[in-house]
């Protein structure tokens, strides 16, 4: 394992970049969208995609957060959206059906947090780079080769569109202590308290 303890995940975003568009409302654990499988965006989902995509930025930054999967605002779709805002302004992608097509043995290990699991964050450790082809709004098709913050939003995201999330890369021990102190949180904000 290597050293972490690098940016965390969600946690150095710029929020003074509004999205001019309504945001949704961010699905939560243990909301089943996302454990679902999301299906493919195919071309009769052009409007649909058109639609969503100014709307997931929007609750994107408005969270704030630097990745977010269309499964996450209850569309169980193979869409998602980053920024990791380089030098503090923002530098949208839209990826359409992503896919890791290849990723090193070298692993990397860092904090991760994720919206739908506020509040919680842990040491994920996963392959350091990774090459994902997706294909943009404009049906164009993209090669990327990732490492750093971009490698984990990348696989962190497409992870969701297969129903995973990042405490399923913990110990069951880990895991479950995560998933109970947010039920409790959750438990205490309705309840007032
Ligand atoms: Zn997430």
């Keep these: 394992m290597q050293a972490s303890h690098c940016h965390a995940y969600f946690r150095h975003v710029d929020t003074s970049h509004p999205y001019p568009s309504e945001s949704l409302a961010i699905r939560l654990v243990p909301d089943p969208v996302l454990r679902r499988r999301a299906r493919p965006v195919t071309s009769d989902d052009a409007e649909t995609v058109r639609g969503l995509v100014p709307r997931m930025f929007a609750s994107m930054y408005a969270a704030p957060g630097i990745g977010l999967a269309a499964p996450q605002v209850g569309v169980s ?3 998602v959206t980053i920024d990791l805002m380089p030098d503090n302004r923002p530098a949208p992608m839209v990826l359409v059906n ?3 097509v290849a990723a090193s043995e070298a692993t990397a290990t860092r904090e991760e947090g994720c919206l739908s699991l506020p509040g ?7 392959p350091a780079q990774v090459r ?11 090669d990327v080769e990732a490492d750093g913050l971009l490698a984990v939003c990348l696989q962190h995201e497409i992870d969701h569109l297969d129903g995973v999330l990042f405490v399923d890369h913990l110990s069951p021990l880990k895991r479950n202590m995560l998933l109970r102190r947010l039920a409790k ?4 904000k ?3 308290g």
């Design 120 to 126: 919680q964050y842990a040491d994920v450790t996963r």
């Design 132 to 142: 994902v082809r997706y294909t943009d709004l404009d049906g164009v098709r993209h």
């Design 190 to 192: 309705r309840d007032g």
């Design 185 to 188: 949180e959750q438990r205490q």
């Design 77 to 79: 779709l193979r869409l």
């Design 98 to 100: 992503p896919e890791i």
